[in-house]
């Protein structure tokens, strides 16, 4: 079976624009979740989607958001980027919500000057 | 809030040596308390997991104890080899409606001298 992926693996913004980012879950698996990873925070959850919907939000601006598509695959958007929002962005995906077993991609590596 | 507390930041064993990893956890709403193990480059991989309700699991040379009225658990890693240096995530997963989701500790960085 395939493992999760995630496009584009680097990324180098500006401050001001936007970025949008890919995630393709383990077929079948229908949850999720999208952490950001930083030396400073660590792994913080963003956000978690099921079924096409956001079940659950973590605590970031509004300039960060996303979707899931009914193939399950997701996409989160991150508007007007600022310095701080360079880290490793990383996708996890779950059979369910329920399901503690999530698995992870390789992330995508934003830099933002 | 940081809601899972991991300890040492870093830990350097010897080869064939004991690491050790210690969590702990505030919110008893938790209920599953995985270990991930991350890579450099990679993204974090599911290691073992444990219950509440269990007060140990092992999983070849990994084994988790848990503390339930201390709120506490740990990671040991037996036999510990070069291939085992990588950072090593606690986590606490909740089980509810309102949404799941990981709540990592700050992770702990493992080397491995041969």
């Known amino acids: 079976k395939a493992g999760v992926t995630q496009t584009p693996r680097y990324l180098i913004k500006t401050r001001g624009q936007q970025v949008t980012l890919s995630c393709s879950p383990i077929?079948?698996?229908?949850?999720v979740s999208w952490y950001q990873q930083t030396p400073g925070q660590g792994l913080q959850f963003l956000f978690e989607y099921f079924s096409e919907t956001q079940r659950n939000k973590g605590n970031f601006p509004g300039r960060f958001s996303g979707r899931q598509f009914s193939n399950s695959r997701s996409e989160m958007n991150v508007s007007t980027l600022e310095l701080g929002d360079s880290a490793l962005y990383l996708c996890a995906s779950g059979a369910n919500p329920a399901s503690y077993e999530q698995y992870f991609g390789p992330g995508t590596r934003l830099t933002v000057t | 809030q940081q809601q899972v507390k991991q300890s040492p930041q870093s830990l350097i064993v010897q080869k064939g040596g004991i690491s050790i990893i210690n969590c702990a956890y505030e919110?008893?709403?938790?209920?599953?308390f995985p270990w991930y193990q991350q890579f450099p480059g990679k993204g974090p991989a599911l290691l073992i997991a444990?219950?509440?309700?269990?007060s140990e699991k092992k999983e070849g040379r990994f084994t988790i104890s848990f503390n339930k009225s201390a709120k506490q658990f740990s990671l040991h890693i037996m036999d510990s080899q070069p291939g085992d240096s990588a950072t090593y995530f606690c986590a606490a997963f909740p089980v509810d409606a309102a949404g799941n989701k990981l709540t990592f500790g700050g992770g702990t960085r493992v080397l491995v001298k041969p």
């Open positions: 444990i219950r509440p309700d269990v």
């Open positions: 077929s079948g698996h229908r949850s």
């Open positions: 919110n008893t709403a938790f209920d599953y």
